[in-house]
């Protein structure tokens, strides 16, 4: 056999994956530009009042998704015959954390200090909530390894989107109908993977509702609803602590350098959203087998964010003011120093499916619990100095301790040697040929 003569469950794995990336391609493109029009034209402190509610949403985001997305990728692996109640029983479940969230977040506004216009935004942002229990068509797709279809659904929705803003910023539109046009964005997805769920001949009528399957549901995951909040919390709550201790000008500047280093997230989610699959059909078969294709999934996922760090933080400057102008510049460095959280946060993303899959979900809720505290705390003592780029460090540091604290813990010391490895051995990096032994 050829070396270029790949296994058939492999090509299968290979052309999902193409799809996964084709799609992000295309929408990072998209968004993208958009978003540099939508930077220009609102200015540091308008975009920093959009950011603003989008994060404050973001906090409680991990309710509206009961920690069940991964979970339900692994059911609908592990009992594909069990299908219809899989799917009804998760998307219900959702949908009441999208409920409850949406109504914690309207009780949370009342308790800080936010004007008018900052209130309506998070509760308009907050909506799109709701139309994100129906992403459990996502996960059929991803288990079945027909990505296809939700690649399509938001190639779609965001070239939609997109049309739409150039729209408002041809017309001079309020920052009010931007926070409504995100809102509209999970709606759209939400209506495209219902059209392709359609097109594969499958109904929403044949799902079901199981209680019992439910309690067992969130068995599962409440560790993973605690550990998404505190992951929302050491993602976003730079930028209200920005807000609260600078000003909303600073978050707008803040917020064009993370979001030119989370464009570059989505490439580890997206290898080990298409690979884990098989390495969970690995675990179930050949225990050695399975540590391998851990290991190459480690390496190779933290050897790409190297190899997109280093240019990207050698040349922060000129990129930010290439794309969106000298009234952003103090982003530069918040990029320089933000793109190399893209390590920790690849390892965060492989590792956090590897607990998942051993059934030790309590240690993700661990790390992330000491990650958010030491962001606060560091923001805390760093903003005050350094502005920006101390809530840069922070989250920087606060991503590296999170990470390498499965160390301290006994039952997942194991992967502490292998996070080593990815990191130290870059001549390990691209033998992806460990994913066909």
């Not at 609908?76 to 009441?96: A, D, E, R, S």
């Not at 109904?203 to 549901?217: C, G, H, P, Q």
């Not at 909040?229 to 978050?251: F, G, P, W």
């Not at 990029?335 to 240690?363: D, K, M, P, T």
Request: hydrophobic fraction near 55%; aromatic fraction near 12%.
């Amino acid at each position: 056999m050829s070396k270029f003569n790949l296994p058939k469950n492999f090509r299968s794995y290979l052309t999902n994956t193409s799809w996964l990336i084709t799609e992000k391609v295309i929408t990072m493109l998209a968004s993208f530009i958009a978003g540099i029009m939508v930077a220009r034209y609102l200015g540091p402190e308008k975009l920093g009042l959009l950011s603003y509610a989008q994060s404050f949403v973001i906090l409680f985001s991990a309710l509206a998704t009961l920690g069940l997305d991964g979970i339900i990728v692994r059911e609908l692996v592990q009992q594909n015959t069990k299908t219809p109640t899989i799917m009804g029983t998760g998307f219900l479940l959702k949908l009441i954390g999208a409920s409850i969230a949406w109504l914690l977040i309207g009780c949370a506004l009342w308790l800080i200090n936010s004007d008018a216009m900052a209130r309506v935004m998070i509760l308009i942002i907050a909506g799109g909530l709701l139309f994100q229990s129906l992403g459990v068509l996502d996960f059929y797709y991803q288990s079945q390894v027909i990505s296809k279809y939700s690649a399509t659904a938001r190639i779609l929705s965001v070239l939609v989107s997109v049309g739409i803003k150039v729209l408002l910023i041809v017309n001079g539109a309020d920052l009010f109908w931007f926070a409504l046009v995100v809102a509209f964005d999970a709606a759209l997805t939400a209506l495209f993977f219902l059209v392709g769920y359609k097109h594969l001949g499958l109904k929403l009528s044949s799902w079901k509702f199981d209680i019992t399957l439910a309690r067992e549901l969130l068995s599962d995951s409440w560790p993973l609803i605690l550990s998404g909040l505190m992951v929302s919390v050491y993602m976003r709550i730079d930028q209200i602590m920005i807000n609260h201790m600078l000003d909303s000008a600073a978050v707008g500047i803040y917020n064009v350098g993370v979001r030119l280093t989370e464009i570059w997230f989505v490439f580890p989610v997206l290898i080990v959203q298409s690979v884990f699959p098989s390495i969970i059909k690995a675990r179930q078969t050949n225990r050695s087998h399975y540590i391998r294709r851990l290991q190459a999934l480690y390496d190779f996922v933290v050897g790409l964010m190297i190899i997109i760090a280093i240019p990207i933080a050698f040349f922060s400057q000129d990129i930010v003011n290439m794309f969106f102008g000298i009234e952003y510049q103090g982003a530069g460095p918040v990029l320089c120093i933000q793109i190399w959280a893209g390590i920790f946060v690849a390892l965060g993303v492989a590792s956090s499916r590897w607990l998942l899959n051993e059934n030790l979900n309590r240690y993700s809720l661990y790390r992330a619990g000491l990650g958010s505290i030491v962001n606060v705390i560091l923001n805390l003592i760093l903003i005050p100095y350094y502005g920006i780029l101390g809530a840069s460090l922070s989250t920087v540091i606060s991503y590296m301790i999170a990470i390498f604290s499965l160390g301290i813990f006994p039952k997942t010391r194991e992967a502490l040697p292998q996070f080593i490895k990815a990191l130290f051995f870059i001549r390990r990096i691209f033998t992806i040929k460990r994913f066909l032994k």
